[in-house]
C-alpha cells in the first residue's frame, strides 16, 4: 500500500485540530449504563477529548449512576420498593456487569484481566484520571430521588448534583453530545 495514501486522514486530523485550536470544543455524554464496556468507552471517550483540551461533561443517570456508587455504600433507602431496587442494584465501580457475554460474572472476570494484561486502567482509574484532566461529572437528582440514591452512597468526585435542565444547558453548548 502506499504510504503517503495512509498519512492523508492523519495528516487532515492535524490540520482540523490546529485549525481549532483558539476556539474551546465541548463534549457531554450522558453516562445512562452501568454496563462496564459501556462505561469504560463514556470514559475513554471524555479523557480522550479533555487530553485534546476539549471541555467535558459526563452526566451519570439512571443505571449509570452504578458508576459512582460507592463500593461499600448502605442501601439507606427509604420505602419497600426502593429498599429493594437498592438491595437489586447495589451499584459500585467494581461491580459493573458487561452487557454481553457477562455469563454469570465471568465475562466480567475475563474482560477485567484482559485489561490488566494489556496495562489498561480500570474503572477507579479511569475516574481519576477524567478527574486530573478536568472532566465535569454532574449525578441527575431525578434519578436520585426516585431510586433513592443518597448523595452519602455516591463517591466525592462529583462536581454538581443537577436535574436534566442544567444538563441541556451544558449539551446546548457542546459540540459533541453523545448518549452512551
Not at 29 to 38: A, N, P, Q
Not at 115 to 130: A, C, F, T, W, Y
Not at 139 to 157: D, H, N, Q, S, W
Request: aromatic share 6%; glycine share 8%.
Amino acid at each position: 500500500m502506499n504510504d503517503s495514501k495512509e498519512k492523508e486522514p492523519v495528516a487532515a486530523a492535524m490540520s482540523e485540530i490546529q485549525k481549532n485550536a483558539g476556539t474551546k470544543k465541548k463534549v457531554t455524554i450522558v453516562v445512562f449504563s452501568g454496563e462496564l464496556d459501556k462505561v469504560l468507552a463514556a470514559f475513554n471517550i471524555a479523557t480522550g477529548a479533555a487530553s485534546m483540551g476539549m471541555e467535558c461533561t459526563l452526566f451519570f443517570t439512571f443505571w449509570g449512576l452504578n458508576v459512582l456508587k460507592k463500593n461499600d455504600a448502605k442501601n439507606t433507602a427509604p420505602g419497600l420498593m426502593k429498599k429493594m431496587l437498592g438491595r437489586l442494584n447495589r451499584g459500585g465501580s467494581q461491580r459493573l456487569p458487561m452487557s454481553k457475554f457477562h455469563m454469570g460474572g465471568l465475562g466480567t472476570w475475563m474482560m477485567k484481566k484482559l485489561m490488566r494484561q494489556h496495562k489498561m486502567p480500570n474503572v477507579d482509574e479511569m475516574i481519576s484520571l477524567s478527574k486530573e484532566l478536568g472532566v465535569q461529572f454532574m449525578a441527575c437528582t431525578i434519578t436520585m430521588g426516585m431510586m433513592g440514591i443518597e448523595k452519602e452512597a455516591l463517591r466525592p468526585e462529583i462536581d454538581k448534583f443537577v436535574g436534566v435542565i442544567t444538563y441541556l444547558a451544558e449539551a446546548q453548548e457542546s459540540s459533541v453530545n453523545l448518549f452512551i
